[in-house]
């Protein structure tokens, strides 16, 4: 996810982004889509699934929507901190055009921004488990929010993957990844 006048650092994707400039997120909860079955819930609250309305997931691809809404929920709340703290020892993240960061130590360093300053917001569109359970991934959509140097507001947005593993019994982000949405392209929910 690409931070403006700023450089990303990988995301939505999800994901990794050092900002330089102050930040709004005045609407990245309004921009947020949904799948069927999925309601956005109010920005910093993970989205609400029904199981009864997605019968094509399985449990295990609901656990791994769940997971993704509650790593961005707690990126919305706590910035590249709490960004970070959701890598694997071993984790990975991505972007265009950029060298991959490598380590949970090293994405630390990077995501040093405030979630005052720069919001950063994603939703799961769709998951797959490992038949064993152990691994998996989702992909989705993610909003990028801050102030350019003009103080004026600017929002980024772009498709991202997360692949999960489970690490001594807890899920760990393993990769993050994130590519800019094309000029013009809007989701649909």
Do not use: C
Not at 7 to 30: G, H, K
Not at 93 to 116: E, F, H, M, S, Y
Not at 158 to 169: E, L, P, Q, S
């Amino acid at each position: 996810m690409k931070p403006f006048a700023i450089q990303r650092v990988p995301t939505f994707a999800v994901l990794l982004l050092i900002v330089t400039a102050p930040t709004s997120l005045a609407d990245a909860a309004q921009n947020q889509a949904t799948l069927p079955g999925i309601s956005a819930a109010p920005l910093g609250k993970g989205p609400t699934l029904s199981p009864l309305t997605m019968p094509t997931l399985s449990p295990g691809e609901i656990e791994l929507v769940k997971l993704e809404g509650q790593f961005s929920d707690a990126t919305i709340a706590g910035g590249g901190k709490a960004f970070a703290a959701w890598f694997a020892e071993d984790g990975v993240t991505l972007q265009n055009g950029k060298p991959p960061v490598r380590g949970r130590a090293a994405i630390a360093a990077a995501a040093v921004w405030d979630p005052k300053d720069y919001q950063l917001a994603w939703y799961a569109e769709g998951a797959q488990m490992s038949p064993g359970g152990n691994s998996g991934f989702t992909w989705g959509h993610y909003t990028a929010t801050a102030k350019d140097k003009n103080g004026q507001p600017v929002t980024l947005s772009g498709r991202n993957i997360t692949v999960w593993k489970k690490v001594a019994g807890q899920w760990k982000v393993a990769l993050e990844a994130s590519a800019d949405d094309a000029p013009g392209f809007l989701p649909t929910p």
